[in-house]
C-alpha cells in the first residue's frame, strides 16, 4: 500500500502496436518507393506517389532496372524488375493504360522462342547479382518468371499479344509439374489466382495442393521446423509456409491447409516480428545492401497478408 502523499506510479505506456513498430522501422530503413507503398497501403497514401517514386526505375525500353529486386544490381530492365513493378500498379489500383502496353512491349522483346521470359535476360552478365542467381546466354523461359506476370495482367484484364503463347505456356508448365520447390509453386499460384479459365484453374490447384502436401514443401508445424525439409539450394532455414502460398483468404492454395494449420503459420508470421520492427529476410544474404533493401518489402508484405485474415495490426 503506497504511503500517504507519495507520488502515483506514472500510468503504465500504451503497447506498441505492430503497425506503428513497422512504420518506425519503414522510416528508418526503407527506399523512397518502399516509403510511399507502406503510406498508401496502411496510412491513406495516395497512389500517385507511388507511381513517381516507382518511375525511378523505369527504362527507355519499357522494362524496369536498378535493383527494382534487391537481388539483381545495375541499371539494366530485368524480367524479375519488370513483374515486381507490375506487382506494385496493381497494389495500387494502377495497372492499365499506356504505362502498362509499353511493359508489354518489352515483356515481348525479352520473351524466349515460345514466348515466355526467362528469370534473368544475359544483359545482366555485366552487373552484380546474387550468387544464387544464374546468368547463362541463352535462358530457357521460366514459370517463376512468367507465371506472376501473366497472373497480374489477367487480374487486371489487360489484353495484349503476348499474353496468349505466355499464358498457354503457364498453363503446359503448371500442369505438368511433378516436382517443385516453394517459388515455383508461389509463381503458379499467382497464375492460378487470376487466370480466367476458373474450373481449369480449381482442378490445377487442387493437385498442386496436393503435390505440395506430399512432398512437404510448407511448414504446417512452425514448431517442429525439423520435419519439413528445406528445398535444395535454399539458405539454411528458408522454410516456406501455409501464408506463403495463400497470402489472402480468397487463393485456391488457402484450400490446401486447415484452418488450425493457417492460424498456426499466422501466428508464427506475427512472431516474426523483429525488435526493431521490421519482419526477416528468410533467403540467402548475399550482401548487406540488399537484405537491408528487401526487409521494408517483406515487412508491408507481412502487415498486408496478417491484415488480408483479419489479424489485428494496430
Known amino acids: 500500500m503506497a504511503e500517504t502523499g507519495a507520488s502515483p506510479l506514472p500510468p503504465t505506456p500504451p503497447a506498441r502496436s505492430p503497425l506503428f513498430r513497422a512504420e518506425q522501422f519503414v522510416w528508418l530503413t526503407a527506399r523512397v518507393l518502399e516509403q510511399r507503398l507502406f503510406a498508401h497501403h496502411f496510412l491513406n497514401g495516395g497512389a500517385d506517389p507511388v507511381e513517381t517514386a516507382l518511375d525511378a526505375y523505369l527504362n527507355q525500353d519499357g522494362g524496369y532496372g536498378h535493383a527494382l529486386e534487391p537481388d539483381l544490381r545495375g541499371p539494366v530492365s530485368q524480367p524479375l524488375h519488370t513483374g515486381h513493378a507490375l506487382r506494385v500498379l496493381d497494389s495500387v489500383g494502377r495497372c492499365g493504360g499506356q504505362r502498362v502496353e509499353r511493359v508489354c512491349r518489352y515483356l515481348t522483346a525479352v520473351s524466349t522462342p515460345d514466348g515466355a521470359l526467362p528469370a534473368i535476360h544475359p544483359s545482366q552478365r555485366d552487373y552484380p547479382a546474387a550468387p544464387f542467381i544464374p546468368i547463362v546466354d541463352d535462358p530457357p523461359s521460366e514459370l517463376l518468371a512468367t507465371g506472376p506476370v501473366v497472373g497480374v495482367l489477367h487480374r487486371n484484364e489487360v489484353w495484349h499479344a503476348w499474353l496468349f503463347r505466355a499464358t498457354d505456356f503457364c498453363w503446359q508448365q503448371v500442369e505438368s ?10 509463381a503458379a499460384v499467382a497464375f ?5 479459365d476458373r474450373p481449369r484453374a480449381e482442378a490445377a490447384a487442387d493437385r498442386l495442393g496436393r503435390l505440395v502436401r ?3 514443401l510448407a511448414a504446417l508445424d512452425p514448431d517442429r521446423l525439423d520435419a519439413f525439409p528445406v528445398a535444395p539450394g535454399y539458405a539454411p532455414g528458408e522454410h516456406h509456409f501455409p501464408h506463403d ?3 489472402t483468404p480468397r487463393s485456391l492454395a488457402r484450400a490446401w491447409f486447415t484452418d488450425e494449420e493457417m492460424s498456426r ?3 508464427f508470421l506475427a512472431s516474426e516480428q523483429c525488435e526493431d520492427g521490421g519482419w526477416p529476410v528468410r533467403w540467402r544474404q548475399w550482401a548487406p545492401g540488399t537484405a537491408l533493401e528487401a526487409r521494408p ?4 508484405e507481412a502487415l498486408r497478408t496478417l ?8
Open 177 to 186: 509439374l511433378e516436382k517443385s520447390h516453394p517459388y515455383e509453386i508461389e
Open 192 to 196: 492460378l489466382d487470376s487466370v480466367p
Open 214 to 216: 506430399d512432398d512437404r
Open 245 to 247: 502460398y495463400a497470402r
Open 265 to 267: 503459420s499466422l501466428d
Open 297 to 300: 518489402m517483406v515487412t508491408i
Open 307 to 314: 491484415r488480408a485474415y483479419g489479424r489485428s495490426i494496430g
